[in-house]
């Protein structure tokens, strides 16, 4: 019988940033549960090990029961995102196969700003941007408005509807909350006026694009964004007015443009298993813009990435059979 580890971070309150950050921390038990209750419908036995303040705790568990294959929830550790890719990287030195991108990928895609030079190289379109540590003056390309956000920080934390900036004053005001709240460089660039989209993507020699959802923004103006609220605080404005429609309504040449710039993103970053793409399609030109790449992706029942699972019409037990699969193979291990 395979033995299949759930590996996952206890939610703490986050090192920095604002106390409201939490709520984004504690959805990976939602996480947890499903993949609980999709290994019960599989038939698999499975152990719980939760990464408290303790990593030589997880280790001795880790060698103490021997998981077969381990699926990696784990988006930080002590409350610190930034540590998500080093959890991967105890697995892959105690050789236990386990789901999801490597220690690499997922600290690429963390740093947006090195995410971005990737994606330039590549001649995929990502908005103009500019880092700053402090606040500076403005590289003479881009233009207002503008988006400013922390380089390191996911799930839309530190990002409000103030992340929207028309002027210098704004710019400023943003940077320096970043700067100081989040203890981080800030991200600024270009706001994309247009359509968002969320790209998910199953597999590795041969990835599919499954139904691509998109937000509809029910906003009279600008920003149109998926900020902090909209995402978490259920009884917010931002929350109520910002809804995933998926499969997205889109002709067939759009569609194909999407999918495969998602595509070539994803291949760019190296992402494995699964994850997902968020973008943009610009009102004038009709380009979609990649806005960020998400590996190992939030898959609670609520998350945009299970959400086209179901409109793909394939059941999450089965998604997750996969993803054990993707890791035996790496392994070299026979399936069950």
């Known amino acids: 019988m395979l033995k299949i580890g759930i590996l996952f971070n206890s939610p703490m309150k986050p090192q ?22 999709a290994l019960v419908k599989l038939g698999f036995q499975y152990q719980l ?33 930034s540590l998500e890719m080093h959890v991967p990287s105890i697995l892959e030195i105690l050789g236990i196969p386990y789901t999801g991108s ?25 908005p103009k941007y500019q880092i700053m540590r402090h606040f500076e003056s403005l590289k003479c390309e881009l233009n207002f408005p503008l988006f400013v956000k922390p380089m390191k920080e996911d799930a839309s934390i530190g990002i409000s509807r103030r992340s929207f900036v028309r002027n210098i004053e704004e710019l400023k005001s943003q ?41 509809i923004f029910d906003f009279r103006d600008e920003p149109k964004i998926v900020d ?30 999407i999918e495969g710039v998602a595509l070539k993103a994803y291949k760019a970053l190296r992402c494995r298993d699964y994850a997902r793409v968020d973008m943009r399609l610009e009102n004038l030109t009709k ?10 992706p939030d898959i609670s029942p609520e998350a945009g990435f299970t ?9 999450f037990e089965v998604f997750i059979r996969q993803l054990i699969l993707f890791a035996l193979k790496r392994a070299g291990k026979s399936p069950p």
């Not at 920095?16 to 709520?23: A, P, Q, T």
């Not at 600290?107 to 030079?117: M, N, T």
């Not at 902090?228 to 569609?255: F, G, I, M, N």
């Not at 990649?290 to 590996?295: A, G, I, K, S, T």
Request: hydrophobic share 40%; net charge negative.
């Open 228 to 257: 902090y609220a909209a995402k978490w605080l259920k009884e917010s404005e931002e929350y109520v007015k910002t809804k995933p429609v998926c499969p997205a309504e889109l002709d067939e040449e759009t569609r194909v443009k």
């Open 16 to 37: 920095k940033g604002e106390e409201i950050d939490y709520l984004a921390e504690a959805e990976v038990l939602d996480q947890v549960n499903a993949v609980k209750d």
């Open 49 to 81: 090990f939760q990464l408290k303040d303790s990593i030589e705790e997880i280790i001795r568990a880790l060698k103490l029961h021997k998981p077969d294959v381990v699926v990696n929830l784990c988006e930080g550790f002590m409350g610190d995102s």
């Open 307 to 315: 959400r086209s699972l179901r409109a793909a019409g394939i059941p």
């Open 102 to 126: 490597n220690p690499l990928t997922l600290g690429l895609c963390q740093d947006k700003g090195l995410a971005k030079a990737i994606l330039k190289a590549n001649d995929i379109p990502t």
């Open 175 to 215: 940077v320096e909350y970043v700067n100081s709240i989040y203890g981080q460089p800030a991200l600024i660039e270009e706001y994309i006026r247009g359509r968002e989209f969320n790209v998910s993507i199953v597999g590795n020699d041969e990835p599919v694009v499954l139904p691509i959802s998109e937000i």
């Open 287 to 296: 380009t979609p813009y990649v806005l960020e790449v998400n590996p190992n």
